[in-house]
């Protein structure tokens, strides 16, 4: 059931408009992320849902109620910080309770509340120490214990893993989908990393320039990237300029430039149309030599090396060692191209290769404006 719904949103600080005509659903029990690069709109989407910036245009429902002009304080909405913001000075105990004691709930609750919180964030026995004697993770867990215990309606979270190192983000993007799913409680979800989003998330909506440029299932975004943004953003660094298009039924033929020519299987099921692009991630790209193409690498046919299908002839132009594999820059006729394979020798710089487009891995994505 549909919980969440911003309808035609548009917002803006003094002159510079940040959203416009934006709009959002979310159903009860989703965790949804904005994933984007700085600046695309994702935190004042988030502020605007937990009522510190009010939208110009637009609407915002909530529970089919009008929550566009409704104060911060009226939201039962709970935030958690990138910053924590937890209160030096008081205990755990004192921080979690903080809300209760605004809203006046008696002391047998609020200490019923704040203990059934504790255990679920695992800080049982944490009561009366402070957030001076607690790790970067403990803290960002009492900032979430801090949220949850006012029982909110939704919760919003503003990057709350970016002040973590590597590992302790790791664990602790586990225990917020761990919580968020134990108490089933709607979530919005703001970072600029990828693989954090993609990882916790029911949904991510990937915005670009105050708009959402997809909105769907992680796996999906990753596989099936609807325009060339979103690829690009996820990691597709190769893209190829069609120039016509066939639907032969099975696959897509396409004919792009230098009498480029290739077969893909085109699974995503979106629309086909005259402005799109082939993309496909470094990984997926095969690179060899004339004689690997007439083994058959990629799946190539005999007949399809003799007729050039999902080929492009090349030279390698940087060869860098990754660790696992090599990561070529490829010179070619349609510009450079990234391909990374795992070998014992490598190519050397000069070395004249064919790239291979396998046809399962080429993705079909719209142009982006």
């Not at 304080?73 to 105990?93: I, T």
């Not at 002391?107 to 203990?115: G, N, T």
């Not at 190769?238 to 893909?264: C, L, R």
Request: glycine share 8%.
């Amino acid at each position: 059931m549909e919980l969440l719904s911003l309808q035609n949103i548009s917002v803006a600080y003094e002159k510079n408009l940040i959203l416009k005509d934006f709009n959002l659903s979310l159903n009860e029990g989703e965790l949804i992320s904005l994933l984007g690069p700085s600046g695309c709109g994702k935190t004042t989407t988030l502020r605007l849902i937990a009522g510190f910036l009010e939208a110009k245009d637009g609407k915002f429902l909530f529970q089919g109620k009008d929550y566009t002009r409704v104060p911060v304080n009226k939201r039962n909405f709970g935030f958690v910080f990138q910053s924590y913001a937890l209160f030096p000075h008081m205990s755990v105990f004192d921080n979690v309770a903080y809300g209760l004691k605004l809203r006046k709930v008696d002391k047998s609750s609020i200490a019923k509340r704040v203990h059934e919180m504790l255990e679920v964030v695992d800080l049982k026995g944490f009561e009366k120490r402070f957030p001076g004697e607690l790790s970067g993770g403990q803290r960002q867990r009492v900032a979430i214990a801090r949220a949850l215990v006012i029982q909110p309606d939704l919760l919003l979270f503003d990057e709350p893993l970016s002040n973590l190192d590597a590992n302790l983000r790791v664990n602790m993007r586990v225990e917020i989908r761990r919580i968020q799913k134990q108490l089933g409680i709607t979530s919005v979800y703001v970072s600029h990393d990828q693989e954090e989003c993609f990882s916790i998330s029911d949904k991510v909506a990937i915005m670009n320039k105050g708009v959402i440029e997809q909105l769907d299932a992680p796996a999906n975004i990753y596989k099936y990237p609807a325009t060339e943004f979103v690829a690009r953003f996820i990691g597709f660094n190769n893209f190829i300029d069609i120039g016509e298009m066939h639907d032969d039924g099975g696959a897509i033929t396409i004919h792009g430039a230098e009498g480029v020519k290739m077969q893909v299987i085109h699974r995503s099921g979106r629309p086909l149309s005259s402005s799109m692009k082939g993309a496909i991630r470094p990984d997926d790209l095969l690179v060899a030599t004339d004689s690997e193409c007439t083994a058959g690498i990629g799946g190539l046919t005999a007949e399809d090396v003799e007729a050039g299908w999902n080929q492009i002839d090349g030279q390698v132009k940087i060869s860098t060692f990754l660790g696992r594999s090599y990561q070529y820059i490829v010179e070619t006729p349609l510009g450079e191209f990234t391909v990374n394979r795992e070998m014992e020798t490598p190519f050397e710089r000069g070395t004249a290769v064919k790239l291979v487009l396998p046809k399962e891995k080429v993705v079909l994505v719209r142009t982006s404006n």
